[in-house]
């Protein structure tokens, strides 16, 4: 009756990621973070080197290591690459279905619509914008007076 129970103490659970390379000289190079899990940064695997996330930039595996060999292909080897991944097919169609390849693809085919995009003029800009405000108007603001 005269005692009460103390209410255990938790910790206030955060956020925390750390991520570990090996560096130029062959020393590890880590990194935390304590941002959310959705804005983490993370480097994917279609990525160019110059859209590689800040801490990640350099050390991904498409990027070699200094103390790696260089590849050295000879003409019989250059005629086995794939010229959009840049790896030698063994077998053209298992490379074509594997995910490297597919992610590849996929890639370049959004690069190739943002390319378009950014070279539509300005008719073709205001037939779309007709076309969205006939079917779709609560999809734009309205115009600015």
Known sequence: PGQHRRRPFYRRRGNSATWTVLGPQGLAISRTSNLP?????????????????????????????????AQLYNEEERRLLCPLCGVPEIHRGTHQAGALHRARESAAAARAVVLRLAAIDEQNLQRALAVVRRLRPALLRPPSP
Request: hydrophobic fraction near 20%; avoid cysteine.
């Open 37 to 69: 899990w959705e804005v983490q940064p993370r480097p994917l695997t279609t990525d160019r080197p110059a859209e590689v996330p800040k801490p990640f930039r350099g050390h991904t595996l498409t990027d070699r290591h200094p103390n790696d060999p």
